[in-house]
């Protein structure tokens, strides 16, 4: 199931379907699942820990560490599919949304090729 073939509703019912078989759905406030977000995230930075950008970069030649980075990105969206159906979220909606306010707030004849001004 590749990026291109799979839509955000059809993570989010697989996210469910495990969920449920597991009668985890108890377990999931917005507030653990944010937590949760948060450790998984920290564990994905660890990987990138005390590097240089470039190395970091290079990071994509090696099959084991990038497996390791997967591993934790699936993790990190996981929590993501959880908080979106612990809340009712429409993550496509709310990602559009927030890249219009995001055109508005860095217009790109501004900060072209800037993080800052």
């Known amino acids: 199931m590749a990026d291109s073939k799979t839509t955000i509703q059809q993570l989010k019912n697989h996210m469910a379907e495990f ?13 653990n ?3 949760g977000l948060a450790i998984e995230t920290a564990e994905l930075m660890e ?11 290079d990071l994509k030649e090696d ?5 390791e980075i997967r591993e934790e990105v699936a993790d990190c969206l996981s929590y ?6 612990s809340m009712d979220l429409d993550l496509s909606d709310d990602f559009y949304a ?6 508005q707030k860095y217009p790109a004849e501004t900060y072209k090729g800037k993080y800052r001004l």
Do not use: G, Y
């Not at 099959?63 to 497996?67: K, N």
């Open 47 to 57: 990987h990138f820990h005390w590097m240089e950008l470039q190395e970091s970069r």
């Open 98 to 103: 927030k890249i219009i306010k995001n055109k």
């Open 63 to 67: 099959a084991d560490r990038m497996q």
């Open 80 to 85: 993501v599919l959880c908080l979106a159906l």
């Open 19 to 31: 969920l449920t078989e597991r009668d985890w759905h108890q377990f999931h406030s917005p507030k």
């Open 33 to 35: 699942l944010a937590m």
